[in-house]
C-alpha cells in the first residue's frame, strides 16, 4: 500500500477513510493509520502562509 498516493487521494477528493480503503482493499483503520502518520510529514513541508480553507477554490491569477 502506498500511504503517500492514499493520503493524497484522500486529501484531494475528500473522500471518507472508507472508501480508499475500499479502493485499495485494505482495511479502514490502516487507511486511517496511513493518513495520521503522514500528515505531519506533509505539515512539515508546506511554505509558511500556504494554508487554504478546506472547499475553497485554489486561486487564479488575474
Known amino acids: 500500500m502506498d500511504r503517500l498516493l492514499i493520503k493524497l487521494v484522500h486529501l484531494r477528493l475528500?473522500?471518507?477513510h472508507a472508501a480508499p480503503a475500499q479502493l485499495y482493499?485494505?482495511?479502514r483503520c490502516?487507511?486511517?493509520a496511513s493518513v495520521r502518520?503522514?500528515?505531519p510529514l506533509l505539515?512539515?513541508?508546506r511554505?509558511?502562509?500556504t494554508?487554504?480553507?478546506r472547499g475553497a477554490a485554489p486561486l487564479r491569477p488575474s
Open 14 to 16: 475528500g473522500l471518507p
Open 25 to 27: 482493499g485494505v482495511d
Open 30 to 32: 490502516t487507511v486511517s
Open 37 to 39: 502518520g503522514i500528515r
Open 43 to 45: 505539515a512539515a513541508l
Open 47 to 49: 511554505k509558511p502562509g
Open 51 to 53: 494554508e487554504r480553507v
